[in-house]
């Protein structure tokens, strides 16, 4: 049964997982004056010409989320989707600058979050791991000051990204933040070549020495680059709904995923910002469906490709990869 094939969410913002009611409650819960009255205002704001129009509305936000558990409810929230829509194992990105900038100490945004993935394979049947991701469009310095902190904080991550706004906002800005993650034995993945051009991604690979590229669809404007990302294996995180919403891609019906996957990339199917893009993991894959004619085996490689692209240990991960093996009743 296609169905129970295990996924790993390995391209996902928590705060992305916002949805309209939860920004509400929590508005209220914390005397927040939004510019939305109601769910339907708020969903009608969700129409977005490029990713800066989104980042805009998913910065203002985060306004709501103030103190520890407004951070635990978030990710509760999301845990219980997830598991819901076929995710046994989620690498959740977390842009702590966005908080701090607002005057959120780091510990309420790591307290709150990491109270929950502490027991999440337990509560919901998703092992977890933080990323601390860090935001393109702004300095250098700041980013290696809040490394600096999360690690003096103990902070359970394992890993850095790079989000935000690309264009204008270049890999060759973060060289000494990726060698520092480095140094410190934290893995890397970086977003590149979601708006941003093929010389990006070879950027991100070359100088940042990045585990994945997230996104990475711009990639296929380069054929020497095309060749290199199928010779080295290197895994790209996908998120068709979110190319479609953001308009990188004109129509999901023109979303190029399963062609990278059937020319032999690393590619998987993950969600993003899945309250603002339409949907979760499984609405992505039903949509890969629907508009695309996916096949059951295309589904079992994107799943395959998701759980050997994580930094999952490896018993779990090889447990997982043999429940894609195992024969379906
Ligand atoms: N932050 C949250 N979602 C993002 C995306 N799709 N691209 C870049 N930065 C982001
Ligand atoms: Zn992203």
Do not use: W
């Not at 390995?10 to 920004?23: C, I």
């Not at 979601?194 to 070879?202: H, T």
């Not at 603002?276 to 295309?298: K, P, R, V």
């Amino acid at each position: 049964m296609t169905s129970t094939l295990p996924f790993a969410e390995l391209h996902l913002h928590l705060e992305g997982t916002l949805e309209p009611e939860l920004v509400l409650e929590l508005a209220r819960r914390n005397a927040v004056d939004l510019p939305f009255r109601d769910v339907d205002s708020l969903r009608r704001a969700y129409a977005f010409a490029d990713l800066q129009s989104f980042l805009d509305l998913y910065y203002a936000n985060m306004a709501v989320l103030q103190r520890p558990e407004d951070f635990a409810d978030m990710t509760r929230a999301y845990l219980t989707r997830a598991a819901a829509s076929g995710v046994r194992h989620a690498e959740i990105m977390v842009d702590p600058q966005a908080h701090l900038a607002r005057g959120v100490p780091l510990e309420t945004v790591v307290d709150g979050i990491a109270s929950v993935l502490a027991t999440s394979e337990r509560d919901h049947g998703v092992s977890t791991l933080l990323i601390a991701a860090f935001l393109r469009d702004r300095d250098e310095d700041e980013a290696l000051d809040v490394l600096d902190r999360l690690l003096a904080l103990d902070a359970p991550i394992v890993g850095i990204g790079l989000d935000s706004a690309e264009v204008g906002n270049p890999p060759s800005k973060f060289v000494r933040l990726f060698d520092r993650a480095r140094t410190a034995g934290l893995h890397r993945v970086a977003h590149a070549g979601e708006e941003g051009p093929p010389s990006y991604v070879v950027d991100t690979l070359d100088l940042l020495q990045v585990e994945r590229i997230d996104h990475g669809i711009r990639s296929l404007d380069d054929d020497a680059l095309v060749a290199r990302l199928v010779a080295d294996q290197v895994p790209l995180t996908v998120c068709p709904l979110s190319n479609v919403a953001l308009r990188a891609v004109d129509r999901i019906e023109d979303h190029p995923v399963l062609t990278m996957l059937d020319c032999g990339l690393h590619v998987s199917v993950h969600s993003d910002d899945p309250a603002y893009f339409g949907g979760y993991l499984d609405d992505n894959l039903a949509a890969l469906t629907t508009a695309l004619g996916m096949t059951d085996e295309q589904r079992r490689r994107l799943a395959a490709h998701s759980i050997q692209a994580s930094f999952l240990p490896a018993d779990r991960r090889d447990a997982l990869l043999a429940e894609i093996d195992a024969p379906s009743d």
